[in-house]
């Protein structure tokens, strides 16, 4: 089954633990991207990867880091977590821009 | 930038009814995808209905049409005879040149029997 999986759907940790959230694609998808969904401010774009070893920033990067070292996996990194990155988060890939959007299950974080 | 606005936070519905979702946009690129996404309770986002700026026709997908007013930029989201599955939450997002979508707040719509 086609499909992105992002492990954890909860975490809770503490400010200044450092945490990754897993994502992994099964498709072979070039394009793969985060997103953060916050009440009343839909999702925006963290962070994103046209390819291996290549990543870019998108619209709120801050506090946030990721690799992508394999095709498949797209890992996001939180090295000093914060309480405003208490967030529901979302991995999605798609084959390229325009076309159909994967999204992973979402990551419910809270951050105390 | 661009920008993706709609203006409806919460609609509520019965059943079998029909219901439009608003959405509109701001951009300067003339070729784009317009997507609309829905998000259930699981919390899944779920592809309801893509469109090209290229194309003039409005896409379908069974109980699911859009208004794709390119010149007003507006994408209006129509459910025909709604069923209790529709309630979620409702996302319109714009994909340009950008390597990103651009959402907007969302509609949080509920079908009551």
């Known amino acids: 089954e086609a499909q992105v999986t992002q492990n954890p759907r909860y975490l809770i940790t503490v400010t200044g633990k450092k945490l990754t959230v897993t994502c992994s694609q099964n498709m072979n998808h070039e394009y793969m991207s985060w997103y953060r969904q916050d009440p009343g401010l839909g999702l925006r774009q963290i962070y994103y990867s046209m390819n291996v070893e290549v990543t870019d920033k998108g619209d709120v990067p801050e506090g946030y880091k990721v690799s992508r070292k394999e095709k498949r996996n797209f890992p996001l990194i939180l090295e000093s977590p914060s309480p405003n990155q208490t967030s529901l988060y979302f991995c999605a890939s798609s084959l390229s821009l325009g076309k159909r959007y994967t999204f992973g299950s979402g990551t419910r974080l809270t951050v105390v | ?113």
């Not at chain 2, 699981?42 to 893509?50: D, E, K, N, P």
């Not at chain 2, 049409?65 to 709604?82: E, M, P, R, T, Y």
């Not at chain 2, 949080?108 to 029997?113: S, V």
């Open chain 2, 1 to 113: 930038a661009q920008t993706v606005t709609q203006s409806q936070p919460e609609m509520s519905v019965q059943e079998a009814e029909t219901v439009t979702l608003s959405c509109t946009y701001d951009t300067s690129e003339s070729n784009y995808y317009l997507f609309w996404y829905k998000q259930p309770p699981s919390r899944q986002m779920i592809l309801v209905i893509r469109q090209e700026a290229y194309k003039q026709q409005n896409a379908t997908e069974n109980r699911f049409s859009v208004n794709f007013q390119k010149a007003a930029k507006s994408f209006s989201l129509k459910i025909s005879d709604s069923q209790l599955g529709d309630t979620a939450m409702y996302f319109c997002a714009f994909g340009g040149g950008a390597q990103k979508l651009v959402f907007g707040q969302g509609t949080r719509l509920t079908i009551n029997p």
